[in-house]
């Protein structure tokens, strides 16, 4: 684990992607992965489990709202040297249900930065379809 806690995944689908265990509540909601693409824009991957479905067997709205604001975090954290940040506003919209096992990943960019805010547009997929377009606003802070 390196200072700011992310760790290399080792062996599986997700070999060489990075999880950030520098989160108590990401840990209990993932995993999460995340990499930075050929582009240099991160990317993120979640595989969802019998724990994140609702009751008609697909993808809780909750865990994937969940995953976009990991995936938020990630982006900022990545694009923005290091800059920890904390969400002000998150904006969605489900475009498709989210299927069971299949992987969901996500990216998206920062698409303006002020002195202490930061403005995304992403967007979460699974098997090549868009699931949950969502956008936001974030503040940066110093953690505690």
Known sequence: MDKNGWVAVQGGPFDGWLNWAGDPFETLTGPYYFRTGQDGAMRGAFVPEERHLNGGGMVHGGALMTFADAMLGALVYSQLDDQYSVT???NSEFLGPGAATLPIYASGRVIRETGSMVFVQALLEQ??????????????????
């Open 127 to 144: 098997d090549g379809q868009p699931i949950l377009a969502f956008s936001s606003t974030l503040k940066k802070v110093t953690p505690r």
């Open 88 to 90: 002000v506003t998150f």
